[in-house]
């Protein structure tokens, strides 16, 4: 089974400042990895994922994340966020093995950022 | 083009009542999923449909819950008996299920409220 962590509830970030947004994870298997965004009273959208290869992704809005095995971590950053950042962020993993592809969830960061 | 859709968007109901949640999936797309949204328990994984079938169920929370799809395409979780702790946003999202793994995506949920 997996789990994921996601270490604040609520991040205050002034505007034009840098976030990192902690996510941790457990398996006993591969898996992939990924951040989804949910912008106020809408649906859940993908940031960026980590299949394989290079462990530094890029996604969009200008987010990164760093997959670091040995940490088992996949934090999220920006270097400059802005107002229109403000959201839910979600980190999840999925079974690399076979085909079914279900997430497994963290609990979500409340990212507020302030003018 | 369309997005995955769901209807209504918004349900209010009475414990006890049975309420039918409808999901259209992208064209193509064989892999479904039903997500759960709650306040305490966060995203959780309800079922997977592979095509029609459903070859993991392990995610559904009680025997009041049951999903079905037909023709490969337009999913239905169906609750019967609603009790308060079903009140949550219940959000359903589709994969094309061939090839490398293939992005989620999510359509914007119907939050369900049992009075």
């Known amino acids: 089974a997996q789990s994921v962590t996601q270490l604040d509830s609520q991040v205050p970030v002034f505007e034009e400042a840098p976030v990192e947004l902690r996510c941790n994870y457990s398996s006993s298997v591969s898996v992939y990895l990924f951040w989804y965004v949910q912008y106020p009273n809408q649906g859940l959208q993908l940031l960026l994922k980590?299949?394989?290869?290079?462990?530094l992704v890029k996604g969009i809005n200008g987010f990164e994340a760093e997959f670091n095995k040995s940490q088992t971590s996949f934090h999220l950053r920006k270097p400059s966020v802005h107002i229109s950042d403000t959201a839910e962020y979600f980190c999840a993993v999925s079974d690399q093995r076979g085909s079914q592809g279900n997430l497994i969830f963290g609990k979500g960061t409340k990212l507020s950022v302030k003018p | 083009g369309a997005g995955v859709s769901q209807s209504p968007s918004n349900k209010v109901t009475e414990k006890g009542k049975d309420v039918e949640l409808r999901c259209d999936p992208i064209?193509?797309?064989?892999?479904l999923y039903w997500y759960r949204q709650s306040l305490g328990q966060g995203l959780e994984f309800l079922i997977y449909?592979?095509?029609?079938?459903?070859?993991?169920k392990s995610g559904l929370p009680s025997d009041r819950f049951s999903a079905e799809r037909t023709g490969g395409s337009v999913s239905t979780l169906t609750i019967q008996r609603t009790q308060q702790e079903d009140s949550a946003v219940y959000l359903c999202?589709?994969?094309?299920?061939?090839?490398?793994?293939?992005?989620?995506?999510f359509g914007p949920g119907t939050r369900l409220t049992v009075l």
């Open positions: 064209s193509g797309h064989t892999a």
């Open positions: 449909f592979q095509g029609n079938s459903a070859p993991d």
């Open positions: 999202a589709s994969r094309q299920d061939w090839g490398s793994y293939n992005e989620q995506f």
């Open positions: 980590y299949l394989s290869g290079s462990t």
